[in-house]
């Protein structure tokens, strides 16, 4: 097993990913007693619109690396990370000027003082830099690097935090980790802007920007949509509900994200060998490998669903517990993130961004929709239940993509019920014994034994 490739950096991710991850993780407690639920629920609306902002600030540049990397010689691909430096730049440069034409009017519009809105802009432009070498980092199979730096954002942003919460902004506690968040994320990104720009000639060649404007524009639509998906929720719900509701939803949701980053670390090491493997007409050996990555990550979602309710109640003061109840709506959505990484995958591959898009506004628009009815008169759990809804339609609709419009399926759509259905059942079984830990973890090591016994093949 550690001789193979993809297991081996798929380890190496995910323990990484869960160190990275439990610095925030196990600073959660701390966080919500140092800020009071309205102001955990301001810091998660600065960050539903600075995640936004990042889409705009530099067209997610980023995210044409992966095909850069396939499709060019060493030297062109060094050359075309510097271009798309550069033209992230001029972006970056416009946006600016676009914002101090307008900023009190934007101040205004989205509630955020226009001191914040130009942090905002900086903080979004260099994590897209550090996206972007973490990016690099990845395709190039540098598992180390990739973790180093993530460690050393995540690390900072912590400590900083907190530092600036207790000695300098005491009453308005939202500021200091908005602020605490900010400045590692500006420097480490600066750091790696210097770098990129002084190991390489500047020569600035436009079929490189073409290159990456023709895949990485749709992706806007896609991002945008994302945001949509994922955030929407919490504007809609600080307008209808305020902060404090909008506090126990963001809190509850960014708990649940534990399993979404666990997918994340695993799709690290997934995606590079998943290319080399199509490109090299592997599909016997993609198929066996997919099957097992749908198990494993399904026993995953599974196994944190049965132990949440204990650890959010030691995350967080009882004010937070009435988020119990719409918990599993989310762990199930972002199940359905990770099924729908099968058919996107195979997308970017092909370099079909407009059908990622399309698929990914089609879900975005039947959430604000949904989000209008449902919020106002169900608050946090009619959050749950839209986001849900739609990430189960874009599963749909990516999957109805790859199988009717690109003639392409991994896996057979009984795999995919299956495992829905497992899921499904243990939700049921959380809602029915949540109050009963050992009755959960029993059934749960049952159905782990069982499921490695007769399905996991290496």
């Known amino acids: 097993m550690l001789n193979n490739i993809l297991l081996r950096n798929g380890l190496l991710y995910?323990?990484?990913?869960?160190?990275?991850q439990g610095v925030n993780f196990f600073t959660l407690p701390i966080f919500t007693r140092l800020l009071n639920v309205e102001s955990f629920g301001i810091v998660s609306i600065y960050n539903t619109w600075l995640s936004i902002?990042?889409?705009?600030?530099?067209?997610?540049?980023y995210g044409s690396i992966g095909n850069a990397k396939i499709n060019y010689t060493e030297e062109e691909f060094r050359e075309y990370i510097l271009n798309i430096v550069l033209l992230s730049t001029v972006i970056f440069v416009l946006w600016i000027l676009i914002f101090f034409i307008f900023q009190e009017k934007i101040s205004q519009k989205i509630n955020i003082s226009i001191n914040l809105i130009y942090v905002m802009l900086l903080q979004s432009f260099f994590n897209t830099i550090i996206v972007l070498k973490t990016t690099i980092y990845i395709y190039e199979q540098k598992v180390k690097e990739k973790l180093i730096v993530s460690f050393i954002n995540i690390f900072f942003n912590v400590v900083f935090s907190i530092l600036l919460i207790k000695y300098l902004y005491i009453q308005k506690t939202y500021i200091g980790r908005i602020i605490g968040g900010a400045v590692p994320t500006i420097l480490l990104g600066l750091f790696y802007y210097i770098e990129i720009l002084k190991r390489n000639l500047i020569k600035v060649k436009i079929k490189y920007w073409k290159f990456c404007l023709t895949l990485t524009i749709p992706l806007v639509f896609h991002g945008l949509s994302g945001i949509v998906l994922s955030s929407a929720d919490r504007l809609m719900l600080e307008k209808f509900k305020g902060f404090y509701e909008t506090g126990i939803y963001s809190f509850i949701y960014n708990f649940g994200m534990i399993i979404s980053m666990i997918w994340g670390a695993l799709n690290s090491a997934w995606i590079p060998w998943y290319y080399e493997n199509l490109k090299d007409k592997n599909e016997q050996k993609i198929k066996k490998y997919s099957i097992n990555y749908l198990y494993i990550f399904t026993m995953l979602s599974i196994g944190f669903l049965m132990i949440s309710p204990e650890i959010i109640k030691m995350m967080a003061p009882s004010k937070y517990w009435k988020g119990l109840n719409f918990f599993p709506l989310i762990l199930l959505g972002n199940?359905?993130?990770f099924l729908y990484s099968f058919s996107v995958n195979y997308e970017f591959y092909c370099k079909k961004t407009k059908y990622i898009a399309i698929a990914t506004t089609s879900a975005a628009i039947i959430n604000f929709l949904l989000n209008i009815y449902f919020i106002p008169r169900y608050g946090g759990i009619g959050a749950a239940s839209t986001t849900l809804i739609a990430y189960f339609c874009m599963f749909l609709f990516h999957e109805m993509i790859t199988r009717l419009?690109?003639?392409?399926?991994?896996?057979?759509k009984s795999c995919y019920i299956k495992e829905i259905v497992k899921v499904c059942f243990f939700i049921i079984i959380y809602y029915l014994f949540l109050e009963n830990l050992l009755l959960r973890v029993g059934l749960l090591i049952l159905y782990v034994v069982i499921t490695i016994k007769k399905n996991i093949r290496i």
Not at 14 to 19: F, N, P, S
Not at 405 to 412: A, P
Request: aromatic residues 18%.
């Open 14 to 20: 995910t323990i990484g990913g869960v160190l990275l």
């Open 335 to 337: 199940y359905f993130v």
């Open 405 to 412: 419009k690109l003639k392409y399926s991994i896996l057979k």
């Open 53 to 61: 902002l990042a889409i705009f600030i530099c067209f997610q540049s």
